[in-house]
């Protein structure tokens, strides 16, 4: 029998061998296709946004910059406040370190710094970037340009320029920087208008190359320049009047002088100057305090000159007229432990109330003030603006409290009479002697006539004048102020044939709550022509030393201005 063996087939070492590099090459490449998918998952989804932010951001640059702050100008289209290109050159050490000596002496002459200076500025060490000299003109970045100095550069820069310099600076203000470094208006149209004037912000967005150099420009938006300001201010009267107030300040010795010349119509404000004064180009130079406008931002007992105010209240509410005769003038008038005198201790018995604004009698308007009554004064008093701001359109504005009638006393009531015991600012009397110059309506006072933004006008609205007297009062009160300064103690510098209505005043100064004797602010305010005023001008000294009255120095300072308000407006004498 034989017998069949059958054998299984195993397979050869080599077939094993290839098979197995089969598997692992084809779990690698599906291994390697997941990777690859995880991996453009993780980069295109998980954080590609990211990345082309980065990106992004490294191809894209940004540029801050604001539109051109506006102008001021003056009525007449000259430039009262303006921005100019100014250029700061620096240099490079690094690059200047070997500059010859006749190059430096080029440069130094150029610059007009000293050869010593410039040279120390070119060879300092450790640092990359000195700055040699700030606000070159043109012409002057040109000259260094053209002596092609390696290492030098310029950066531009934007600078607000005062061409009349202090002789208007109370009215400009000037441009500073706030506590981020940014530019901002403070003080007079500067501060308040430092909006309308301030350019507009625009954030610029670029793309550029691997180099830096840039591609493209998004015009999505500009910055805008500001508005320009067309003001109401006669610049060539402005310079006299400044002039002229520095040369009275000298002459009679005064601490401090303030002017303000206004239309009474309008309330537009011609000139405002004051002594002392400061350069708003180099405004960090002067002391802060300077910086105030004081016929805005101070007040004063104005003293007689307030009596015009009192009368013409007395008169609007009926309670007395130009022939009302004073019945306690006879001499000194005593109020509980205090007695009432006149400035130069002459009394008139039976005045009229012309002859008490004439001879600018105290006890007389003691007198007004008790017809009035604490309640109709008052009333007065809050119709022609006091207790509260004018509303002039300069920045620092203040308004001294009018206490209540309630809580006047006796004596209040007397001495706020002739213009003691109540403080008011410049410009809350000139606007309330401007009512009566235009026939009992007053005005609010504005400097600021008109915007110029895109090439398009815009006029700046006004408040509404507004009646506070009767024309009859104001007639009435103006024709005493007319005899006032042909007749009074100041009428030896009044002008023959001109019909000026005005108001001297001498007021003590409080001093650690008693009033000095010899320490006085003069004033004098007043108006022409009389029956049709194309002015209102008030002038103070604040203690004149070559004499105490206004009539021997404010009044005389105010008629010599007023020659040229004359002028201007065309006003002749009367025949």
Known sequence: MSMRIISKKWPVSGESSSSLKIFFLLLGTISGYLLIIGKLFYWQL?????????????????????????????????IMAENITRYTLWTDPLLTKDISGEQVQSLAKSLSLPVSEVASYLHKKDTRYVVIKKRLSKDEMDNVSFLQIKGLGFDEEQVRLYPEASSSSQITGFLGKDETGKSKGYFGLEGYYDLVLGGKEFLQKFKVDALGRRLETNKAGL????????????????????????????????VTGNVIIMEPKTGNILAMATWPTYDPNSYWQFDGSLYRNPLVSDAFEPGSVFKVLVMAGALDKGKADSETKCDICEGPYKIDKYQIETWNKVYYPESTMTDVIVHSDNVGMVFVAQKLGKDNLYEALNKFGFGKTSGIDLQGEISPKLKSSGEWSDVDLATISFGQGIAVTPIQLIRAVGAIANKGVMATPQVAQQILINNKISPIKKEKNRRVISEDASDEITEMMVKAAKNGEAKWTNLPGFRVAGKTGTAQIPIAGHYDAEKTIASFVGFAPAEDPKFVMLVTLREPQSSQWASETAAPLWYDMAKDLFIKFGISPER
């Not at 082309?52 to 051109?68: A, D, L, M, R």
């Open 46 to 78: 998980l954080i590609g946004p990211q990345i082309v932010n980065e990106i992004t951001k490294q191809n894209t640059k940004e540029s801050f910059s604001i539109g051109k702050r506006g102008g001021i100008m003056a009525s007449g289209g000259q």
């Open 223 to 254: 910055a805008l320049d500001g508005a320009t300001l067309t003001t109401s201010i006669d610049l060539g009267l402005q310079v006299k009047i400044q002039a002229k107030l520095t040369r009275g300040v000298e002459k009679y010795g005064a």
